[in-house]
């Protein structure tokens, strides 16, 4: 029983060697592949500063806004002011 629904195995080889030009297309696609990863890692890295950058300020702006209302006195006098009558 033939098994005809595999694809026929292909061979890289010319006599007894790998052909140089697919090495060298190999080799290329190797380094095309580490430029990208390293171009994606440091995406990587200057999105997390960018984002603890962002987070660092909505922080600091929250922790102002917080410490800023706490000195406010003005809300503090509820009283009414006493009414002077001159004669």
């Not at 010319?14 to 060298?24: A, I, P, Y």
């Not at 095309?32 to 500063?49: T, V, Y």
């Not at 406010?72 to 002077?84: A, G, N, S």
């Amino acid at each position: 029983m033939a098994n005809n629904d595999q694809m026929p195995q292909v061979s890289f080889m010319k006599n007894g060697e790998v052909d140089k030009r697919l090495l060298q297309q190999i080799k290329f696609v190797e380094r095309q592949n580490l430029l990208r990863a390293a171009r994606l890692n440091r995406m990587r890295k200057n999105a997390r500063f960018t984002g603890l950058l962002l987070g660092g300020v909505a922080l600091s702006i929250y922790g102002y806004s917080i410490y800023s209302i706490k000195q406010e006195t003005f809300l503090d006098d509820f009283e009414e002011p006493e009414i002077v009558i001159k004669q």
